[in-house]
């Protein structure tokens, strides 16, 4: 198990997140993975369908930054780690909520997590975050999410 890690480790230095640059599948919506619908926090509404809780993004966003997840992540482009913008159109809040609170459970044990880290070769730390201060930034994402879709047109009308 020990021996896993440490060969992980190796790839990370070669590549780090950026290994797949050559995946097509960065800002445009399309996500070239397709998971088998497995794990048992991916069932129900995507996160985007649900309301926004407005009155903690800007709650999420502070968290967001000073919890460091702005070093890996960004919206609308990729800067090290998956890009996250279109995350709330893929995954519902429930996997969101455990990716962020136990991220190397997930990596584990959860079948869409588990890809993430074979397709990026990074095990994404765990930042200590409480559960309110996980469900702010989700808040924070889908907001951003959604910002980013709005001039676009609905999907239905
Ligand atoms: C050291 C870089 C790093 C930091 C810091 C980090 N992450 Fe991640 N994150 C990753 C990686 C890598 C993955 C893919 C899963 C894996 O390999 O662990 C990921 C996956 C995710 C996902 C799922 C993405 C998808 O495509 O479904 C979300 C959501 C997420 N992170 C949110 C956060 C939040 C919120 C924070 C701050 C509390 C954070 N991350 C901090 C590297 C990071």
Redesign the pocket.
């Given at each position: 198990m020990k021996r896993h890690l440490v060969l992980f480790a190796v790839l990370l230095v070669l590549g780090g997140?950026a290994k797949k640059s050559g995946d097509p599948s960065s800002s445009s919506g399309g996500?070239g993975t397709s998971v088998a619908s497995t794990s048992k926090y991916d069932n129900g509404p995507r996160a985007a369908e649900e309301p926004i809780d407005e009155s903690l993004v800007a709650q999420g966003e502070q968290?967001?930054q000073s919890?460091?997840?702005s070093?890996?992540?960004g919206f609308g482009r990729r800067i090290?780690?998956?890009?996250?913008q279109d995350?709330p159109l893929?995954?519902t809040s429930q996997?969101?909520e455990q990716?962020?609170l136990h991220?190397e459970v997930?990596?584990k044990e959860d079948p869409?997590?588990h890809q993430?880290?074979a397709?990026?070769?990074?095990?994404?730390?765990n930042?200590q975050?409480t559960q309110p201060e996980?469900h702010a930034?989700?808040e924070y994402?889908k907001h951003k999410n959604h910002e980013a879709h709005e001039g676009e047109g609905r999907e239905h009308k």
């Open positions: 997140c996500t968290l967001f919890k460091g997840c070093a890996c992540h090290s780690c998956p890009d996250l995350v893929q995954r996997w969101m990716q962020i991220p997930m990596t869409i997590s993430l880290f397709q990026y070769s990074l095990q994404m730390p930042q975050l996980a930034v989700i994402i």
